[in-house]
T-cell receptor, first 116, second 114 residues
Framework: GAGVSQTPSNKVTEKGKYVELRCDPI?????LYWYRQSLGQGPEFLIY????????DSGLPNDRFFAVRPEGSVSTLKIQRTERGDSAVYLC???FGTGGAAEGYTFGSGTRLTVV | AQSVTQLDSQVPVFEEAPVELRCNYS??????LFWYVQYPNQGLQLLLK??????LVKGINGFEAEFNKSQTSFHLRKPSVHISDTAEYFC????????????FGRGTSLIVHP
């Protein structure tokens, strides 16, 4: 597609439930990033994929969070046993090659997750 | 690890007035610097970036920023703002000697009044 697509755009779930958030990057972009943006804050790094592998997952807050990218394109962020503190906008970005600094990073519109 | 400070959480300004949004980063041997804009309910859009070379960087929508290594700053400026510039602006820094993953500031809300 022309841009980074994230689905769903909004997700409301009950505390304790499991959720999956999907990111479809720009075709050909090998690098993919997940960020979390809480209200009034800047995006906070979660995890970075280069191809199919997680090159850096140091931003994942705990073991309830997990992400996959099995074929090197679409990625899914998975959150188990959701808590109210997980409520945020989850942003996905993609770029060519490593780092993406030369082009910047193309962001999707995000998924707004609300845990009630 | 790099950190970014955006000193102003909110900047109100009248239409056609100049504006400066401030950004400071923690020191490093070298950095890549970015400004992103986020309109309501949209993703982040790259305004401009500094990788190397000229310290004055021009971006889209008439914005520019100046890299100042001695002051570790990368302030964003526009000589005359429009109502449509009302948005959230984020400064970001990445370490080309490290992971390249950008670290973002908390954002500055630019509010342009008619």
């Amino acid at each position: 597609g022309a841009g980074v697509s994230q689905t769903p755009s909004n997700k409301v779930t009950e505390k304790g439930k499991y959720v999956e958030l999907r990111c479809d990057p720009i075709s050909g972009h090998t690098a993919l990033y997940w960020y979390r943006q809480s209200l009034g804050q800047g995006p906070e790094f979660l995890i970075y994929f280069q191809g199919t592998g997680a090159a850096d997952d140091s931003g994942l807050p705990n073991d309830r969070f997990f992400a996959v990218r099995p074929e090197g394109s679409v990625s899914t962020l998975k959150i188990q046993r959701t808590e109210r503190g997980d409520s945020a906008v989850y942003l996905c970005a993609s770029s060519f090659g490593t780092g993406g600094a030369a082009e910047g990073y193309t962001f999707g519109s995000g998924t707004r997750l609300t845990v009630v | 690890a790099q950190s970014v400070t955006q000193l102003d959480s909110q900047v109100p300004v009248f239409e056609e007035a100049p504006v400066e949004l401030r950004c400071n980063y923690s020191s490093s041997v070298s950095v890549y610097l970015f400004w992103y804009v986020q309109y309501p309910n949209q993703g982040l859009q790259l305004l401009l970036k500094y990788l190397s070379g000229s310290t004055l960087v021009k971006g889209i929508n008439g914005f520019e920023a100046e890299f100042n290594k001695s002051q570790t700053s990368f302030h964003l400026r526009k000589p005359s703002v429009h109502i449509s510039d009302t948005a959230e602006y984020f400064c970001a820094v990445s370490d080309p000697g490290g992971s390249y993953i950008p670290t973002f500031g908390r954002g500055t809300s630019l509010i342009v009044h008619p």
